[in-house]
């Protein structure tokens, strides 16, 4: 299947005065806490909110997987991919489009509507059951792990950030038993500290190991990617 660039390309933002001027401003209204009031205008103001709707894409995280694949080539037509954390489910429409349909297993422990073209699991990835039904899904292996999975926040920062590693853990974990040689697996992680010991463990997994904040990563967020490619565990034949 060809490489659909559906709501793809280059990934721009608008910058400078005309954004500014084009901003819509929100006044605090009663009985909306100034928390809700500020993620309102972020929504309403942000670019990509506006081209995943325009794109037909339900998150705008898709266009953080887009620029990824743009970047790292790893969703080649035919390849088998796991999303772990897919919910709503931008980055399994993008898997769909580049690795084709039949090939994309999306899993979340949240309700996710389907994807044409994915199976939709429903598994807690923090849960020790989840892998069998992962592995049951994939019997012959997969080409491609990826994990966006992010925690619901506390509003506690080490309490979040304990949470966070503990997923992008999990997801290395399953990456481990899943990925057949030569597999790539990518996974949100936040800068901080805590997860060098993660790190190390897939520099020794695999062949290399790349960060990259794609340009639809909020600047703010601490949140960056890590792109590990060619595994060299695997338990599955070449
Ligand atoms: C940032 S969202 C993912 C957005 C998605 N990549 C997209 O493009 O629409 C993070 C997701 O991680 C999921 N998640 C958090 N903890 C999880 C867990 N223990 N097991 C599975 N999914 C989890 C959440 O339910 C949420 O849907």
């Known amino acids: 299947m060809s490489r659909s660039r559906r709501g793809g390309g280059r990934t721009r933002t608008p910058r400078g005065s005309a954004a500014k001027r084009d901003q819509v401003r929100l006044k605090t209204a009663r009985g909306r806490k100034a928390s809700s009031t500020r993620w309102l205008s972020r929504q309403l103001n942000d670019p990509f909110v506006a081209r995943a709707k325009k794109a037909g894409y339900r998150s705008r995280a898709a266009f953080k997987l887009t620029e990824l694949d743009d970047r790292f080539r790893f969703l080649r037509a035919g390849a088998r991919v796991v999303d772990l954390g897919a919910a709503p489910g931008g980055w399994t429409q993008v898997a769909v489009e580049r690795a084709g349909r039949g090939n994309v297993i999306a899993v979340d422990v949240s309700p996710m509507d389907p994807v044409a073209g994915a199976l939709v699991v429903s598994a807690d990835i923090l849960d020790g059951s989840a ?75 695999f062949r290399m190991v790349k960060h990259a904040k794609p340009v639809a990563s909020r600047r703010e967020s601490a949140e960056t990617y890590v792109i590990a490619v060619d595994f060299r565990q695997s338990g599955f034949e070449a």
């Open 131 to 205: 892998i069998k039904t992962i592995l049951g899904a994939t019997e012959r292996g997969v080409d491609v792990v990826l994990s966006d999975m992010a925690p619901a926040s506390t509003g506690h920062r080490s309490t979040d950030h304990l949470r966070i590693v503990a997923l992008a853990e999990a997801a290395f974990d399953v990456a481990c038993r899943i990925l057949r040689p030569h597999g790539v697996f990518v996974a949100k992680v936040y800068q901080g500290g805590s997860e060098r010991e993660l790190l190390a463990a897939m520099k020794a997994a």
